[in-house]
């Protein structure tokens, strides 16, 4: 087996892997994403999943292929991204269509009930963990915007009420302006 092909299948039984034994959502296979392909493998730097993962929470679609689509295409182009891509949606395309098929029994099964129930404890554990490990990487930056949009979208979803996607598109405007900014600044001084 050639030297790409074993990356190439690395990549896919990791993000198959993560899939398949992840019950939650995307903030649930982040950390674990950052574990694997950070911490583990050491193909991207921290700081770089937190962006691939606000990249991924801001688009359209489900969260867990977003990233994984974002981190295969940041891996290997497009052919690392459809490789993720399908390492992360065969599992819950396989689990649910074996679920389908015995539906009626799984739904009245008083254990699987009890189960699924103390899942959503752990889940709720999980995103818990991956939003202060996002709050502790904002507040690391030690950057004044950033850290006064994240204050300011907290304030606006729990306190205020507002809308998430005002407070996504006022986030990405403020990001917008200060890139542009900050270009005029380096362009000033070059």
């Given at each position: 087996?050639?030297?790409?092909?074993?990356?190439?299948?690395?990549l896919?039984?990791?993000t198959?892997?993560?899939?398949?034994?992840?019950?939650?959502?995307?903030?649930?296979?982040?950390?674990?994403?950052?574990?694997?392909?950070?911490?583990?493998y050491?193909?991207?730097?921290e700081?770089?999943?937190?962006?691939?993962?606000?990249i991924?929470?801001?688009?359209?679609?489900?969260?867990?292929?977003?990233?994984?689509?974002?981190?295969?295409?940041?891996?290997?182009?497009?052919?690392?991204?459809?490789?993720?891509?399908?390492?992360?949606?065969?599992?819950?395309?396989?689990?649910?269509?074996?679920?389908?098929?015995?539906?009626?029994?799984?739904?009245?099964?008083?254990?699987?009930?009890?189960?699924?129930?103390?899942?959503q404890?752990?889940?709720?554990?999980?995103?818990?963990?991956?939003?202060?490990?996002?709050?502790?990487?904002?507040?690391?930056?030690?950057?004044?915007?950033?850290?006064?949009?994240?204050?300011?979208?907290?304030?606006?979803?729990?306190?205020?009420?507002?809308?998430?996607?005002?407070?996504?598109?006022?986030?990405?405007?403020?990001?917008?302006?200060?890139?542009?900014?900050?270009?005029?600044?380096?362009?000033?001084k070059?």
């Amino acid at each position: 087996m050639t030297k790409d092909m074993k990356f190439y299948l690395k990549l896919f039984s990791s993000t198959f892997y993560l899939s398949a034994f992840t019950f939650g959502g995307g903030y649930v296979i982040i950390p674990l994403m950052k574990k694997k392909f950070v911490d583990e493998y050491q193909w991207i730097e921290e700081k770089e999943i937190l962006d691939l993962t606000a990249i991924a929470q801001s688009t359209p679609g489900a969260m867990a292929v977003n990233a994984a689509i974002l981190i295969g295409y940041r891996m290997a182009g497009i052919l690392g991204a459809v490789i993720t891509i399908l390492g992360t949606i065969l599992p819950p395309l396989i689990i649910l269509t074996v679920i389908s098929l015995a539906y009626s029994a799984f739904i009245e099964n008083q254990i699987v009930k009890l189960i699924l129930r103390g899942m959503q404890a752990g889940v709720a554990a999980v995103v818990i963990d991956v939003s202060l490990t996002m709050i502790l990487g904002v507040l690391k930056g030690k950057k004044i915007i950033p850290i006064m949009v994240m204050v300011g979208a907290f304030v606006a979803t729990f306190l205020l009420d507002i809308n998430v996607v005002y407070i996504i598109l006022a986030s990405g405007l403020i990001g917008a302006i200060s890139i542009i900014k900050f270009n005029k600044k380096s362009g000033e001084k070059s």
